[in-house]
């Protein structure tokens, strides 16, 4: 196929399109597979920066794995994605709300355990323990809002 036809190709492919797409059934702005209270979890939560402690992939496997779920290893925010479609009741949050707890709860011990054993870093593992904290009560915030009646 030289450059003409696939030329030809693409602006029959075009005018075709915009056939199709003319009642704007096509719109872009297709609503999301999962609602924004998840993207805002992903953005409080993920981030180590923010919640204090990071998950890894292994984590996010482990923690479906415990709520009878699996998934293939993925980037990360997928992964989170797959694990969050199964909520569909406020027990299926809570029961994500649970392990997410017991990862952040864990790892916290080990800041903990740190900061004593090497006192020169507990002002460190202190500000991730008090942002551990801070997620977890965001999570409650979350479930409050979007699982409980008003």
């Known amino acids: 196929m030289n450059m003409k036809d696939l030329n030809e190709l693409r602006g029959e492919f075009e005018q075709m399109q915009q056939q199709i797409c003319s009642d704007d059934s096509c719109d872009t702005d297709a609503p999301e597979d999962y609602p924004d209270y998840l993207k805002a979890i992903y953005s409080e939560i993920m981030p180590p920066q923010k919640s204090g402690i ?5 984590d996010l496997k482990r923690m479906a794995e415990q709520l009878d779920e699996s ?20 027990d299926d949050f809570k029961s994500v709300i649970e392990c997410f707890s017991e990862n952040m709860d864990f790892k916290s011990e080990i800041y903990k355990e740190y900061s004593q054993k090497y006192p020169a870093t507990k002002e460190i593992f202190d ?3 008090e942002k551990v904290e801070n997620a977890k009560r965001y999570f409650e915030k979350v479930y409050n809002e979007f699982f ?3």
């Open 71 to 90: 998934f293939a290893i993925d980037v990360r925010e997928r992964m989170f994605q797959k694990f969050m479609q199964w909520v569909a009741t406020p």
């Open 127 to 129: 500000v991730k323990i």
């Open 54 to 58: 990071y998950f890894s992939r292994w």
């Open 148 to 150: 409980t009646e008003h």
